[in-house]
């Protein structure tokens, strides 16, 4: 494994070059996204494709996001392309925002999961989009972790997950969102959300109009419309509560008597007696930058228990409930 630094400001053309090299020779790059940093393989090339699995520890049946440089490429992947795909990828591409859509015969079943679709994304990082140009192939990633783990918002993050898993590391700094891309299916003639992020429901619905939320019962059914909706994911080894503020105060104060390392995720200043406590702020964005960070830092102080003060209700707070709920997760 080899971490190299790249300004994203002016990301390196020969860093670049030696990464894309790394892609069309079938190998692994981790790459940071706006979102989340990736682990990067040739989307056309199965063997490539096989390889994130296996560096993963992914499950066969979860299909991952393929990246494009622009909407035109996007296009050239999908068998079809809707109006509203048309609609979406107009006002939010580049960005997170990820599209389901039929997938076109050039993309091999390895990076679909054998399904008969493709989620594609143009992400907005300038370090991905000049990888994206440099290797002008597609690359499909999913989050550079080992499956279920908390997904990566450094290369330091990715490094501790998947060491000599991968190839290269491409260190381009933090990442400004901090969490997955919404995911909106096309398949059907209304939209429908896969999976919220920090894109909210109320944005997409100002652009196509209705967006459905699927209604399924957590579990198996669910899986299979977005795996990434699986129920465990983006868990930390401690076990995390999602409770309210003056709960979080007692039950911490509880573990910390019986002698347990507790984590506290919470809005406002003020340490918790006894605990590790990271303080996060009472907006969406900035929230989601933060989240992974904190989740990392807590499980890298091996504390037993992490008590995360519930974030609001609204549509803009969906992605990191999301995130929170698969975290907080026992099975
Ligand atoms: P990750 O890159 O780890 O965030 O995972 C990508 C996620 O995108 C998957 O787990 C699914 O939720 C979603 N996804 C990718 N491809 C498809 C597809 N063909 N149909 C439905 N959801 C998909
Ligand atoms: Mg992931």
Do not use: C, Q
Not at 103 to 119: E, I, L, M
Not at 148 to 154: F, G, H, K, L, N
Not at 163 to 174: A, E, H, K, Q, S
Request: aromatic share 4%; hydrophobic share 50%.
């Amino acid at each position: 494994m080899t971490v190299v630094r790249v300004d994203p400001a002016s990301p390196d053309a020969a860093v670049l070059a030696r990464a894309a090299s790394v892609l069309r020779r079938g190998g692994l790059v981790a790459f940071p996204t706006e979102t989340v940093y990736g682990l990067g393989a040739n989307a056309l090339d199965p063997a490539a494709v096989a390889r994130i699995f296996a560096a993963k520890g992914r499950p066969s049946y979860n299909p991952l996001i393929v990246h494009v440089a622009d909407g035109e490429r996007a296009r050239a992947l999908a068998s079809d392309w809707p109006e509203a795909a048309e609609r979406l990828a107009a006002a939010f591409w580049p960005g997170p925002l990820t599209l389901v859509v039929p997938k076109h015969a050039s993309v091999p079943d390895a990076a679909t999961a054998g399904r008969p679709n493709v989620a594609l994304r143009v992400p907005a990082h300038p370090v991905a989009h000049a990888l994206l140009l440099a290797a002008d192939l597609p690359i499909a990633a999913p989050s550079a972790n080992r499956s279920t783990e908390i997904s990566p918002s450094t290369a330091a993050h990715v490094a501790k997950s998947l060491g000599g898993r991968v190839d290269l590391i491409l260190d381009g700094g933090p990442t400004r969102v901090g969490i997955e891309s919404t995911v909106v299916s096309l398949l059907e003639s209304i939209p429908m959300l896969l999976r919220p992020g920090t894109l909210s429901i109320d944005h997409l619905r100002a652009v196509v109009g209705d967006v459905r939320v699927p209604h399924v019962e957590p579990g198996a059914d669910e899986a299979r419309l977005s795996p990434g909706m699986m129920d465990r994911h983006y868990a930390p080894r401690a076990r995390l509560s999602v409770v309210d503020a003056k709960a979080l105060r007692e039950a911490a104060a509880r573990d910390v008597e019986r002698g347990l390392r507790v984590g506290a995720i919470a809005f406002d200043a003020g340490a918790i007696e006894g605990a590790e406590s990271v303080h996060l702020p009472r907006d969406p964005a900035g929230y989601a930058a933060g989240l992974y960070a904190a989740l990392h830092a807590l499980d890298d102080a091996g504390v037993d228990a992490i008590y995360v003060e519930a974030v609001p209700e609204d549509a803009a707070w969906a992605g990191v409930r999301d995130r929170l709920r698969r975290a907080a997760h026992a099975g």
